[in-house]
């Protein structure tokens, strides 16, 4: 014997994609800002379990954000600069933005102005002594400056 009535099954899902429409088949930036913010409060109603229903809704949401964000040039321009950025210039950066640091407040840790510029753009590379004395100065573990991502 069936449970599930198609019928039911077909009108509540049409009901749904009708009214989720606009995160579902993202067009326009405040679609996308609709969808970020329906994830966000999916993330906080939803429990951490497996079988939780929303768990599916979090992952049809999340593809239809995937799918706009691979078709926006900046967010992609984004994330391939992100990714062909190495960790320790990464790691500089984000102490540089988040503690409002100049390439000058590195003059101890680092040493002059134009290495610290050389580093940041790619010319060279921070020594093992550089990477001690940051991790030192800003209480971060030195592993913080290498890339452990497995290819």
Do not use: C
Not at 10 to 27: C, D, N, P, V
Not at 53 to 63: F, G, M, R, W, Y
Not at 89 to 112: A, C, P, W, Y
């Amino acid at each position: 014997m069936l449970v599930l009535k198609p019928e039911a099954l077909t009108s509540s899902f049409l009901g749904f994609a009708s009214e989720a429409s606009s995160i579902l088949h993202i067009k326009t930036e405040q679609d996308y800002k609709d969808a970020l913010e329906t994830m966000e409060y999916l993330f906080t109603i939803a429990e951490d379990a497996k079988d939780d229903p929303l768990n599916d809704l979090i992952e049809i949401v999340s593809k239809a954000i995937a799918k706009y964000e691979a078709g926006q040039e900046d967010i992609v321009a984004f994330d391939k600069e992100a990714n062909n950025t190495s960790q320790e210039i990464s790691v500089l950066r984000v102490l540089m933005s988040q503690h409002n640091l100049k390439l000058t407040d590195f003059k101890d840790e680092i040493g002059s102005k134009s290495l610290v510029s050389m580093i940041l753009n790619g010319k060279r590379n921070l020594t093992k002594e550089h990477i001690a004395k940051v991790s030192t100065k800003f209480n971060l573990d030195p592993a913080s400056f290498f890339n452990l991502r497995v290819a």
